[in-house]
């Protein structure tokens, strides 16, 4: 069966000389749900943006199932952007048109779809993340947690067999958190989810791979990886006050 | 230039000529100045004539006189050309007010002055009746090519954040005490503009970043353009074909 | 300055709207290698940026000011077909949302302000990063000659046009003098501004300005074995593979760039040349220009028909002659290259 994404040997440093990746080995399945957890400046944006060949001229190679990230080749880009749906973290960076139908519109747009088949496939994408009511209005006047449903509404319209979550759940208040975990479990994708959030992470994913330094420091189950105090502080990650990952029934 | 280009010259507003689609607006206008341009400098009659019929047509725009006074400010450069072309010009002298100035520095001074302060009329009045974004959808309209309305349109939307930010480095600048002379000044702008373009830059790239990722490839995606109606169509000629009338009317009393 | 509706008599116009059609087809199929998908946007900001540049305005001599034009840095930044297409939506956005250039006379403008300096500017930036030590700095210094140079090339273009098509009897020698005077304390604000902002840019975000592309050393990776290995060049755009022309392509700047400074100085010097004698004969004449002079150069020379304008002639016929040799050079160069191209190729 073809793997949702293999990454080999990737590796990555910035036009200032400041290397970010460090030669990075990751298999996803298709349908797994990973979470991608690591400390600030880890790599990890770096990471997701080489999953949609937006990144390039490192070393080392991305193929998203069974299709290679090649930069050069216009065709074949788009046909992984569509594969490859990443919801940055700020909300305001993905919604630049006039009105929540018109942003959810502008990737199935750029696909090539027109006319009623644009349109049922708008309504599509706004009725699982909750969003029909207000598709008419500008993005700016919603809060915070409707904008960031939006966001993922605007990928989902593309139909992508991968969705990467950078942060979801910042600045999510808790009621908003669970309904986007709502969605999210709902949802028939391969799920890659960058995150700080570890509770989320063991909510919603059943491996977690830590990104530390520009390398993959440790990948496994994800109540194994939660447990293992020494590794967490070593990458300044943290669990909440008060959390034992052990107890709780991963999804 | 003068701050006149800091200022859009576009007047919200609902006449007949704003809501004449961008394209139509833009064929009419080059239409008439092509008839303009044409026309031999001294057929004053025509001149005369053309001039009247932009005043018809900012009547019809619901732009004040006024208005059209103050923007035209634009024009400075080339009116001190025209001035000073009978000054420097060769050819046979003619005294004027007891000056000695060439004949054909005149007419040419002329010349200049009434196409171009037409030009200038006539641009102005399209500018203010069709606003950034309409004549991009225009411009895509009449056919340029698409790479050409592309960084149109991402040069619009950073215009204004290049714009503003000089405004407020500017009032950053002098609120330091800091004022401007010759050179000094020079290095100092100069030196904050390298900043400046990175950061609108960095800025952009975010959005740019969010736009590829959905499959973004240049071209923003068309969604349903309505077709212009036959009246538009004719409302709009009558611009350059009033402008071929007075041009060949003149003719007669040439 | 941009040229109002008028200024150029008909043909001259329309030969100038041609100029700038093709430059602008040109500019288009070349700029797709320089231009990949990030760099649109950065176009865009390169626009938005001349055009927020051409407001300052800066003091030239007494009571007169020049402005930045903004060909050179373009060009610098984007890459020169890029800069063209940046550099002609600048103008028409000018002409169309704010009344400034007239738009009968957008070819007219392109020409100048679009075509002549990015040409200038590009030509004089890669002759002298051939012969600069090969770092990124070394972008700055040959940015601002650049674009020094191309502001009096422009207003160069501009007396050229003029004379062709101006409907108005100036003496040439002496327009061309004082435009290329004005024109030269002009440039010196435009390399001064377009030198700072270069410098500024290449030190945060050197993979923002193209012309510093090929400079920049090879990034080298660790891999997670610790390995060291080079990266590919990923630089704002390019498409091209041919790193290793870079030197091959230096000399030909340098050839071609020199050839355009060749023939700048053979135009001036041959209008400067003929025009002086008229023009000291008639500024002799208190009472300036007579008629005399006027049949005198309608009789002798071919190309009469421009005639009510003195000593063009010989200089236009001079000039041709140059433009001429400079493209049969060109040509022989391209070719040359090609040829060494594939026997590398084939070596390789």
């Not at chain 2, 003619?94 to 302060?117: F, H, P, Q, R, Y």
């Not at chain 2, 020079?186 to 790239?205: C, K, N, P």
């Not at chain 3, 090929?214 to 080079?230: C, E, F, H, S, V």
Request: proline share 5%; charged share 20%.
């Amino acid at each position: 069966m073809t793997q949702s994404l293999e990454v080999r040997g990737l590796a990555y440093a910035y036009p200032d000389g400041h290397q970010a990746l460090y030669g990075i080995d990751l298999t996803v399945g298709r349908g797994e749900r990973v979470a991608l957890l690591g400390p600030n400046g880890a790599g990890k944006t770096t990471f997701i943006l080489h999953l949609n060949g937006i990144l390039h001229g490192g070393a080392g190679t991305v193929t998203v199932a069974g299709l290679d990230v090649r930069p050069g080749e216009r065709d074949s880009l788009r046909e992984i952007r569509r594969r490859v749906g990443v919801v940055f973290q700020d909300p305001d960076d993905q919604l630049f048109m006039p009105t929540v139908r018109d942003d959810v519109a502008f990737g199935p747009a750029n696909l090539g779809l027109r006319g009623a088949e644009l349109d049922a496939r708008v309504t599509e994408a706004l009725e699982a993340v909750g969003m029909t009511g207000v598709a008419d209005r500008p993005p700016h006047h919603l809060s915070f947690g409707q904008r960031r449903r939006v966001a993922v509404a605007t990928v989902l319209a593309m139909r992508p067999e991968i969705l990467v979550l950078d942060e979801p759940t910042s600045n999510l208040d808790p009621a908003s958190r669970r309904e986007l975990a709502d969605i999210l479990r709902s949802l028939d994708v391969t799920l890659l989810l960058v995150t700080h959030d570890l509770p989320y992470a063991l909510e919603l994913c059943e491996r977690s791979v830590v990104l530390s330094g520009g390398s993959i420091v440790a990948d496994g189950p994800t109540p194994e990886v939660l447990s293992d105090e020494d590794l967490l502080r070593r990458h300044r990650l943290e669990l909440p006050f008060g959390f034992d990952p052990r107890p709780v029934r991963p999804a | 230039m003068s701050s006149a280009h800091s200022h859009l010259l576009y007047r919200h507003g609902d006449s007949i000529l704003h809501r004449l689609p961008a394209h139509a607006k833009l064929l009419a206008l080059v239409g008439f100045m092509l008839v303009v341009v044409a026309t031999p400098r001294d057929r004053y009659l025509a001149f005369a004539g053309y001039a009247v019929l932009l005043a018809f047509v900012a009547v019809a725009a619901d732009v004040p006189f006024k208005f059209i006074a103050t923007r035209m400010v634009v024009e400075a450069p080339f009116v001190v050309f025209a001035v000073l072309l009978p000054v420097i010009s060769t050819g046979p002298r003619v005294d004027v007010l007891g000056l000695s100035l060439s004949e054909d520095g005149l007419l040419a001074g002329w010349n200049i002055l009434a196409k171009g302060t037409l030009g200038v009329v006539a641009a102005i009045l399209l500018a203010a009746t069709t606003d950034a974004r309409d004549m991009l959808i225009g411009l895509q309209r009449l056919r340029l090519p698409a790479r050409l309305v592309e960084i149109a349109a991402f040069m619009v939307r950073y215009a204004d954040v290049v714009v503003a930010d000089m405004q407020r480095m500017r009032i950053a600048r002098e609120s330091r005490a800091f004022e401007g002379r010759r050179l000094g000044r020079l290095r100092v702008v100069a030196q904050s503009a390298g900043a400046l373009f990175i950061r609108s830059y960095e800025r952009g790239e975010r959005v740019h970043l969010a736009m590829l990722s959905r499959g973004y490839a240049g071209a923003m995606p068309l969604v349903g353009h309505a077709p212009v109606a036959r009246r538009a169509w004719v409302s709009v000629a009558t611009l350059p074909l009033a402008a071929v009338g007075v041009a060949v009317v003149s003719g007669w009393f040439a | 300055m941009h040229v109002p509706d008028g200024f150029l008599d008909a043909p001259t116009s329309v030969a100038t709207g041609a100029v700038a059609a093709a430059g602008i087809a040109v500019a288009l199929s070349k700029a797709r290698e320089e231009l990949d998908e990030r760099t649109a946007p950065l176009a865009g900001l390169t626009a938005a940026f001349v055009f927020a540049g051409q407001m300052i305005n800066f003091p030239v001599g007494v009571g007169t000011s020049g402005h930045l034009m903004g060909g050179a840095l373009a060009a610098v930044l984007v890459g020169p077909w890029t800069a063209v297409l940046v550099m002609s939506v600048v103008l028409m956005i000018q002409s169309l949302l704010f009344a400034d250039g007239g738009l009968t006379a957008l070819g007219t403008n392109i020409t100048l302000i679009g075509i002549a300096t990015v040409a200038a500017g590009w030509l004089v930036t890669r002759a002298l990063l051939a012969v600069l030590p090969r770092r990124p700095a070394s972008v700055v210094p040959a940015a601002a000659v650049a674009a020094f140079v191309s502001v009096p090339a422009a207003a160069a273009v501009f007396v050229l046009l003029f004379s062709a098509g101006g409907q108005a009897s100036l003496p040439f020698g002496p327009l061309l003098g004082t435009m290329l005077g004005w024109h030269l304390l002009i440039g010196i604000g435009e390399a001064l501004i377009t030198g700072l902002t270069v410098s500024a840019v290449v030190a945060v975000r050197p993979d923002l300005v193209y012309a510093a592309r090929d400079l920049r050393p090879t990034l080298k990776l660790r891999q997670a074995d610790g390995t060291l290995i080079n990266a590919a060049p990923s630089p704002a755009g390019t498409g091209r593979t041919d790193d290793h022309a870079g030197s091959r392509v230096g000399l030909r700047a340098v050839l071609a760039g020199g050839a355009l400074a060749a023939a700048l100085i053979a135009g001036v010097l041959s209008f400067l040349a003929s025009g002086s004698p008229d023009g000291l004969e008639r500024v002799a004449e208190s009472e300036g220009f007579a008629d005399s002079a006027r049949d005198h150069a309608f009789g002798n020379f071919a190309l009469a028909d421009y005639g009510e304008i003195g000593g063009i002639p010989v200089g236009l016929a001079g000039l041709l002659g140059v433009v001429v040799t400079v493209i049969i050079g060109l040509a022989v160069f391209r070719f040359v290259r090609r040829r060494t191209d594939r026997e590398e190729n084939v070596s390789a």
